[in-house]
Every structure is written in structure tokens, then in C-alpha cells.
């Protein structure tokens, strides 16, 4: 169970079509592969997303904080020394994609060393989790054709329209065209990533009002403190808080403060155990949740089912677990499948994320 070496290697895979919303846009994958071993000669696997503009993190700074802060801090722990390596990681603030790898890697080899899935090990509530669609910037009609293309191969009847832009009038002709096309066979909420005001939000939420959204989130910036509760006030549908709300302190703050009234969960930020801390607060609170994406690869949507399935909490919506599909190729020996709408945990021992060693040595740009 002993760690003995961690590596962080950088890789990079193009996206088919880029993913475009109100904070930037992601054209490739260029993410961190971490991989923690142990001294048994088991292979624990995580992936870190570098988001500059939510987290701060880049593809390079991540590489250099497991290298140079964190593997030292962990080398020569067991796997299981979860709370010990919470203390020593934390003594580092900021870099949450880059811990919570570590702490899912982690839980990969703990998995492996009991026998089990960690999705049972976690909670073992579900084996398998309805599947949400983020539809990102684009004309009307495009985002459409995607809706029904996505629904018709995969079965998803959810999604998540990205909003933000100026005029707003933009976003709503989208979600009219939405609801129009499909009726009532849908689910549709909005994430707006902070583009809009308190005002234009609450104008867009006005004229979206016969559309039957089901969440709206981070519409305007959560630092606008009293513009945000002015709108969380008047919002009729849960508003969640994503990008302001990544920690149980900031969770806490932003609830009890009034500036959010639903959470989104993301294992790329909070990797497992740190998760739970969010949901378990989350249920204390008597707040939603909704489990998130990172625009994560297979690697971190299977993190995020192996979490979203195993609690009560986080199956009651459908998860955000479909970003990979517009990746042009990723790196599981077993490709996930969204079939009926749902993806499944894996079953076997650990999180199951079993890489095709050629496609690392592929995309991989440290050698
Ligand atoms: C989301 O839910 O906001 C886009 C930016 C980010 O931080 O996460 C994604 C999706
Ligand atoms: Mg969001």
C-alpha cells in the first residue's frame, strides 16, 4: 500500500469540434495524466483538467506542483493515509485539479488492493448514472442537430444549454429553438460561466420563463455578492454555484449567504474524498446537487460515475458525463459507452481506468 513513486505526465488530444462557453473555450485536451505506484507494483490513474480560467491551474503548472510539492509529500505514505495527505496537500493553497488527481489515483490503487469497485467502496449505490449533455456556443440550428444526434446515438433526453453571451437574447433563441424542437421529451437547464450581469440575467430568466428550465447556473459572477443574491432571490428554479463554490468552505459561504441554492459536485476538482466532504454538506444544508464536468476525458468522467453512482444524492439528476464524446480519440483500453442515456461504473477492482499504454506513448509530450 506504501507509495513509492508518483509521475505527472502531460498529454494532449484534439477535441473533433472545440467546446465554447462564457469563461473560454477548449479546443484540445491538453491534460495531466497522474499515476501514482506503489511499492506492491500497483498502478493507481487520474486525470487533471488545467482550467486557467476557473482554477488557474495550466497543463505546465500542474506537472511542476506534483513533481516538485506534491509527490514529495506523498512518497512513503499508504494509499490509505487520506486525511494525512488532505493535511500535508493542503498546506499548499489553490491547485485543486492537481490534488484531487492524486486523491482519486489514490482510491484507484485502495480499490485494487481490497478487491473491489470503488464506486461499492464509495457508497455502491447505483451501478450506473442517466448521462446530461453540455451544449456548447453555436447558431441555433447547429446546437439542435447536436441535441438530436446526441439523443438519437446515446439516448440522452438531458442537457445543459451554455449561456453568457451578449446580447442574451442569443442564448434564449437557443433555448426556444431547443424546446421547440423537442418538446416536452426533455430536460434543459442553462449554465451561464458568469457572463451576464445580475440584470441581464434576470431579464434572459424573464423571457425563458415558459421553457421550463430546471436549473440555472452561475449566471452572473458570484463576486458581484449582492448583485448574485438579488437574482438568487428572484431565480424560480435552483440556482447553482459551480465555479464559485469549489470547496465545503466556499460552498458554505456561498449557500448561507444566499448567492446559490444548489451545488455542483465535480471529482475533477475535489477528486473523491473531498467530494463527499461537498455532498455530504450539500445534504446537510438541504441543498440539490448536480454532479459536474470538468470537460474531462474518459479518465475523468469515469472518476466522475465511479463517485455520481455510488451516492443516493448525486443520481437523483442526470450527471454532466459526455464532454469526451467530441474528443477525437482518449486513452482507456475500454472506451466508455453511453447507451439508454446511462453510463455505468466500472466493476472491476479499482476505478477501472486501464489505459491503451500505445495511445498514452501517442499523445504524451514529455518524450
Ligand atoms: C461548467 O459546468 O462550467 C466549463 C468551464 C468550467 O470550469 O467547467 C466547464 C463546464
Ligand atoms: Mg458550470
Redesign the pocket.
Known sequence: LTIERIEAIPFAIPYRKP?R?A??E?RTAEHVLVRVHTAGGLLGQAEAPP?P???GETQASIVAVVEQLFAPAMVGTSVLDREEHRARLGRTVGNPTAKAALDMAAWDVAGQVLGQPVHRLLGGYAASMRVAH?LGFDDPEVMVEEASRVRERHGITTF?V?VGRRPYQLDVAVVRALREAFGEDIELYV?G?RGWTASESARALAEMADLGLTLA??LNPADDVLGRRWLVERCPVPFVA??SATNPAEVTREILGGSATAV?V?T?RTGFSESQRVLHLAEGLGVEVVV????DGQVGTLCSVTFGAAHATTTRRAG?LS?FLDMSDDLLAEPLQITDGRLAARTVPGTGAVLDEDKLTRYRQDR
Open positions: 467546446l462557453f469563461s473560454g477548449v482550467r480560467y476557473t482554477y453540455m445543459k451554455k449554465d460561466n447556473e452561475e459551480d465555479e455542483s465535480k475533477a459536474g464536468n470538468q470537460i454532466e464532454n
